[in-house]
């Protein structure tokens, strides 16, 4: 702009270019040197204002880490809260956070010895030992909040049994315990902040030791500021801005109009298709990962004619994965052939071994065998949760299945229900089938088979009457899969673990109490200038990593 205003000079005389040309140079310099204060200012401003804008859908409960017990708690709780064992980026490698050092286990798995790290201190600044440690664990036992089982039902105690040093006493060995310890609500809080007692949360309030603190907290925004006292690596932002966005729709649109910085979590198939497409046209980024999140059809072995073997695994020979993936997940999806996804190690695709896909011939003859035909049909009765677009496809495709191509010897009656209400009811046995899906707790291979198909009381005539498989609709009952489950537990020996697995995973998918569907792939989307976006192995979204450019 400065050379075109001076281009005139050409046609004034000499003398008056000297004085002239002195005159702006004075100019030049003054403005160079205020130009390098306001430089300097701005460069802070940018800095201030390097706070990223995060999108989602996922609905928010409460962050209160001894009850927060959904997908989108657990990842702020990640980025808010320190636990004692975390995963090296980029990796499934376990490390120390809080604790110095993987534990000391006693010979019989009993008892682990934890050493803890010192020099941490909590938002409000009371200092991090062993003591406010141990008050945050027995928190999240005894407040009683919907995710208090996980150790409840594994720790028998756990003291501080020094300055920086705990020590757990297990109810049975649990060669996972260190994994079940990441779990984002088993995070150290302040012991100045809460309080012991069932029932005592504070939903709106997070006061741990973390990257980042607590804000504001609102019921369509959060904001989080930089701890700036934190122990460890700091964030390279200046803080985050959270959005609770009511739709999918206000999602992506919000992305598109770089109203935001991130779109994470959940966009439908259609919107992740068009998003995917300007991506490689160059318009924003796309960052997609492997999930460990997992969806199946749970059978219900005490509803009758599902109570057959055969008719659960015509069931099986049925489903038509590679069919659900294109046509209703648009490839943004894997078929899932086990419970256990594929980023374990452990997994054995045992429902393409014993099944296939779309295999009609061997479902019309197991439904044969189970007494049905064309004139006296089975009817399989599919719910599914009424907010679900995608599992709504789902039962609809299955449904197009049975009716192209089974001869009329199963047919499909769709049913759908609000979550809140199928939940509840899923254990009263209420449901023949239910499509739902499973993000699990912890990283470890345990977290898809003992949810699942564990049972404390029950007998294979009567099913089960308490435990896991109930608590999920199946109501499956195996003394041999309960002392499987026992042995995997305690063996700490990987390649012993992974043989128990299999035999686990061979008889699932005999018994078909459960038919794995497929396995998500995670996308998330970033404006041009966003660097640092990572969506971890272990499904965590690392906020600190996130910048400006």
């Not at 959060?222 to 959005?243: A, C, M, S, T």
Request: hydrophobic share 40%; with cysteine.
């Amino acid at each position: 702009m400065r050379i075109n205003k001076q281009q005139p000079r050409i046609h004034i005389k000499p003398s008056v270019i000297k004085a002239i040309a002195l005159f702006f140079l004075c100019c030049l310099l003054t403005a160079s040197c205020g130009q390098g204060s306001r430089r300097s200012v701005t460069v802070s401003g940018e800095n201030a204002n390097n706070r990223i804008t995060i999108g989602t859908t996922l609905k928010l409960r409460t962050i209160d880490p001894a009850d927060a017990y959904e997908i989108i708690s657990g990842q702020l709780l990640q980025n808010l809260g320190d636990t004692l064992y975390t995963y090296k980026s980029g990796t499934t490698e376990l490390i120390p956070h809080l604790a110095t050092a993987l534990p000391k286990v006693s010979q019989d798995g009993l008892t682990y010895t934890i050493p803890l790290r010192q020099g941490v201190i909590f938002h409000d600044d009371t200092p991090f030992n062993a003591a406010a440690m141990e008050f945050s664990l027995q928190r999240f036992i005894k407040n009683g909040g919907r995710p208090a089982f996980l150790l409840s039902d594994a720790v028998e105690s756990v003291k501080a049994t020094g300055e920086y040093e705990l020590t757990f006493q297990l109810k049975k060995p649990f060669a996972a315990f260190p994994s079940l310890l990441t779990f984002a609500g088993i995070c150290a809080v302040s012991p100045k902040a809460y309080e012991i007692g069932e029932g005592k949360f504070k939903p709106d309030t997070f006061v741990g030791t973390g990257r980042y603190k607590l804000a504001k907290y609102g019921s369509d925004s959060l904001k989080f500021d930089v701890f700036d006292k934190y122990w460890g690596e700091k964030p390279v932002n200046q803080g985050i801005d959270l959005l609770l966005l009511s739709s999918p729709s206000n999602l992506f649109n919000s992305f598109r109009t770089a109203a935001i910085d991130v779109a994470y979590l959940s966009l439908d198939a259609d919107q992740v298709q068009s998003l995917d497409e300007g991506a490689k046209q160059g318009k924003w980024q796309e960052i997609a990962g492997e999930s460990s999140t997992v969806s199946y059809m749970t059978l219900n072995t005490k509803s009758k004619p599902l109570d057959k073997l055969e008719v659960r695994q015509a069931i099986a020979a049925a489903m038509d994965r590679p069919l659900i993936n294109d046509r209703v997940l648009r490839g943004q999806a894997q078929p899932l052939y086990s419970l256990i996804p594929t980023t374990f190690d452990v997994q054995k695709p045992v429902f393409k071994e014993l099944y296939g896909d779309a295999n009609t011939v061997k479902a019309k003859e197991l439904l044969t065998k189970a007494g049905f035909s064309a004139a006296n049909p089975f009817v399989l009765q599919i719910w599914y949760p009424s907010a679900s677009t995608k599992r709504a496809l789902v039962a609809s495709t299955i449904e197009a299945q049975a009716k192209l191509k089974m001869d009329g010897i199963m047919q499909v009656e769709i049913n759908s229900v609000e979550s809140p209400t199928l939940f509840q009811n899923i254990e009263k046995g209420i449901y023949p089938a239910v499509l739902v899906d499973w993000y699990a707790d912890f990283f470890d291979a345990d977290n898809y088979i003992q949810p699942f198909l564990d049972c404390a009381t029950g007998s294979a005539a009567a099913g089960c009457e308490k435990g896991a498989s109930q608590g999920q609709g199946s109501f499956y009952y195996s003394d041999r899969v309960n002392q499987l489950i026992d042995k995997q537990r305690k063996e700490a020996n990987p390649q012993t673990r992974k043989a128990l697995f299999a035999e686990i995973q061979d008889i699932l998918g005999q018994d078909v109490p459960f038919v794995p569907l497929w396995q998500d792939k995670d996308y998330t989307f970033a404006q041009k200038n966003i660097t640092g976006v990572r969506l971890e192995p272990t499904q965590s979204f690392p906020f600190w990593f996130l910048k400006k450019q």
